[in-house]
C-alpha cells in the first residue's frame, strides 16, 4: 500500500540525500512514528503519541525474538533496525511480530546501554523516564531485564513520566536556585 504520491516521494527522497528541513532528533517518539508508518499504521495522526499507542497494543506480548539495535561508541546505529524491518516486510511478517520485536530491540539496547555507562561509571541505578515511558509494555518488560542485568531500576510512580514531570523539575529547580526551596 502506498500513501505517498511520486511527487511526495520524490520530495522526500531529495531532502533525505540533501538534508534540507531534516533535522536530527533524540526523540524516541519519532523513532516509533518511523517504525507504525512503515509497517501501515496511521500515516496521518490526530494526537501526540497515536503510533506509539498503536505500536503498544498491537505487540504479540509473548513474542521473545527482537531486532538488532547496536550501540557503536556513544550512538544507537539504527540502520540495522530499518534494514531488518523492511525485510521483514518484503516477507510479509505480520505488524503484531514487528512491533514486538521493536519493542524488545529498544529494551535489549537499554539494558546495553545501561552496562556500558555502568562499564564507565560503576553506577548500577537507571532512571527511566521520558515519554516513552508511558509505554506499559516497555516498563513490563524494562524493569526485570535491568534487574536481571544486576541494576536497580527506578521510575515514575506519582509524578507523569512526560512533560508533567519534566515542568515539576524545572519548577523545583528554579525554587532552589532562587533560595525559596531549601535541601
Same mark, same amino acid.
Given at each position: 500500500m502506498t500513501y505517498l504520491s511520486e511527487q511526495e516521494k520524490s520530495v522526500v527522497f531529495?531532502?533525505?540525500? &540533501?538534508?534540507?528541513?531534516?533535522?536530527?532528533? &533524540? &526523540?524516541?517518539?519519532r523513532l516509533f512514528d518511523a517504525?507504525?508508518? #512503515?509497517?501501515?499504521?496511521?500515516? +496521518?495522526?490526530s494526537y501526540e503519541t497515536q503510533n506509539a499507542i498503536r505500536l503498544e497494543t498491537i505487540a504479540d506480548p509473548d513474542e521473545a525474538s527482537a531486532y538488532d539495535l547496536p550501540i557503536d561508541q556513544d550512538l544507537i546505529l539504527l540502520k540495522p533496525l530499518f534494514e531488518q524491518i523492511l525485510i521483514d516486510l518484503a516477507q510479509n511478517t505480520a505488524p503484531e #511480530?514487528? &512491533?514486538?520485536?521493536?519493542h524488545n530491540a529498544i529494551i535489549q539496547m537499554g539494558v546495553e546501554a545501561s552496562m556500558l555507562l555502568r562499564k564507565e561509571s560503576g553506577i548500577d541505578t537507571v532512571a527511566i523516564s521520558g515519554g516513552v515511558w508511558q509505554n506499559k509494555?516497555?516498563?513490563?518488560k524494562t524493569i526485570p531485564?535491568? +534487574?536481571k542485568a544486576g541494576f536497580k531500576p527506578l521510575w515514575h510512580h506519582q509524578v507523569p513520566t512526560n512533560d508533567g514531570g519534566v515542568a515539576l523539575g524545572q519548577l523545583v529547580s528554579a525554587l532552589f536556585m532562587t533560595g525559596l526551596l531549601k535541601e
Amino acid at each position: 500500500m502506498t500513501y505517498l504520491s511520486e511527487q511526495e516521494k520524490s520530495v522526500v527522497f531529495h531532502q533525505v540525500q &540533501s538534508r534540507f528541513n531534516t533535522p536530527l532528533t &533524540s &526523540s524516541m517518539g519519532r523513532l516509533f512514528d518511523a517504525v507504525a508508518a #512503515l509497517i501501515g499504521l496511521y500515516q +496521518e495522526i490526530s494526537y501526540e503519541t497515536q503510533n506509539a499507542i498503536r505500536l503498544e497494543t498491537i505487540a504479540d506480548p509473548d513474542e521473545a525474538s527482537a531486532y538488532d539495535l547496536p550501540i557503536d561508541q556513544d550512538l544507537i546505529l539504527l540502520k540495522p533496525l530499518f534494514e531488518q524491518i523492511l525485510i521483514d516486510l518484503a516477507q510479509n511478517t505480520a505488524p503484531e #511480530l514487528i &512491533s514486538a520485536k521493536f519493542h524488545n530491540a529498544i529494551i535489549q539496547m537499554g539494558v546495553e546501554a545501561s552496562m556500558l555507562l555502568r562499564k564507565e561509571s560503576g553506577i548500577d541505578t537507571v532512571a527511566i523516564s521520558g515519554g516513552v515511558w508511558q509505554n506499559k509494555l516497555l516498563v513490563k518488560k524494562t524493569i526485570p531485564a535491568l +534487574e536481571k542485568a544486576g541494576f536497580k531500576p527506578l521510575w515514575h510512580h506519582q509524578v507523569p513520566t512526560n512533560d508533567g514531570g519534566v515542568a515539576l523539575g524545572q519548577l523545583v529547580s528554579a525554587l532552589f536556585m532562587t533560595g525559596l526551596l531549601k535541601e
